[in-house]
């Protein structure tokens, strides 16, 4: 069983990657999406996106770093995901997941739902352009409106050549309105023969339970339950490991603070901002987390931050 840390746009960023893989039970995590839409993207905006390029690929706890991109024209997905394997990403998934706005060729995300011999050409193109060793994945919803093509769209993504498919168990139109559909991935589950990644709304062992059963997934995907519970995969894997007490948050929330004040150009508003989003996040996890949400809230300088995180 593998469990992977969902892609997050705006949070799940290098320093998030790193403290949550640091603490266990994940085998692999994504990059936000990059948006590619009619060229091929400078070197730099991929270390942008993902600096472990520089150290193999991987978080410092050595786990993959696949690239995820987003575009709706295969032969501008495939030029630059090989450029993303020439940098050196271990893996690269292509993104039929997000609720894009813009609805024309270039567009890219859910919208391609409603088009399958799209996403099949789009997975085919990239599959060609890498190397064997270069697995390709594919993140989708159920479907745009409706489930009508869930199938349909799985089968694209697989026949296209991924060797992996995540799917969040909701419809675009669904937006992350509960319940989640945890029952639909099971003939998506059945009908393919490539490793099918349950995600959504898996935010406890209990869920992670109900959702295999449901599903026949063997392998799932946490986004907010692991900012909630940063040690959520590993109490999945390790059932018997000691939960994680507030205390040890508190010392994740300040490695979070030293990582983004050592990043070059971020602004004050910037650093806090994040800590008080995952904070945000925390508190679905940790009563602790609402009182310390409180304290911060209105704090405008890193100054006040570090005397709040000197008190303990
Ligand atoms: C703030 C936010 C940003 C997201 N960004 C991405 C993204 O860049 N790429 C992607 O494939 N999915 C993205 N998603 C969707 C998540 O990867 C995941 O599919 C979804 O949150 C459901 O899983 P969860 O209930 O475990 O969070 C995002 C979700 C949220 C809430």
Redesign the pocket.
């Known amino acids: 069983m593998n469990i992977y840390l ?7 960023d290098h320093h998030m990657r790193a403290i949550v893989t640091e603490v266990g039970g994940f085998h692999a995590c ?4 990059i948006r590619v839409v009619d060229r091929l993207l400078p070197k730099h905006v991929f270390f942008r996106y993902c600096p472990e390029l520089q150290q193999g690929g991987k978080t410092a706890a050595g786990m993959p770093v696949v690239i ?1 991109l ?1 575009g709706g024209i295969p032969e501008i997905v495939a030029i630059n995901a090989q450029r993303a394997a020439e940098l050196g990403a271990p893996g690269v ?1 292509i ?1 039929f ?2 609720p894009s706005k813009t609805v024309n060729r270039k567009a890219g995300g859910a919208v391609l739902l409603k088009e399958p011999d799209r996403i099949y050409d789009i997975v085919r193109a990239v599959r060609k352009a890498l190397p064997g060793h270069i697995p390709v994945s594919g ?1 989708i919803r159920l479907g745009y409106e409706d489930t009508a093509l869930t199938l349909e769209n799985a089968h694209a993504v697989a026949e296209g050549g991924a060797s992996l498919i ?1 799917v ?1 168990a ?1 419809t675009k139109a669904d937006g ?1 309105k509960k319940p ?1 559909r945890w029952q639909c991935l099971a003939p998506i589950n059945e009908g393919l023969t490539i490793p099918v990644v349950a ?5 406890s062992k209990e869920d992670y339970r109900r959702c295999v059963e449901m599903s026949g997934c063997e392998n799932i ?6 900012l909630s519970r940063p040690d959520l995969a590993l109490q999945i894997k390790k059932p018997d490991v000691i939960p994680l007490r507030w205390q040890h948050i508190h010392h994740l929330l300040v490695d979070m603070y030293v990582r983004l004040k050592q990043q070059s150009g971020i602004t004050e508003r910037r650093i806090l901002g994040r800590i008080k989003q995952w904070l945000a996040w925390l508190k679905r996890g940790y009563s602790e987390a609402q009182q310390a949400f409180d304290e911060l809230r209105y704090f405008t300088e890193t100054a006040s931050l570090e005397r709040w995180f000197e008190k303990g």
């Open positions: 969902a892609p997050m746009e705006g949070v799940v994504f990059t936000e999406f995820q987003l998934d993104n997941g997000c993140k995540t969040h909701r992350y989640v995600n959504g709304d898996i935010n995907m946490i986004g907010r339950g692991a």
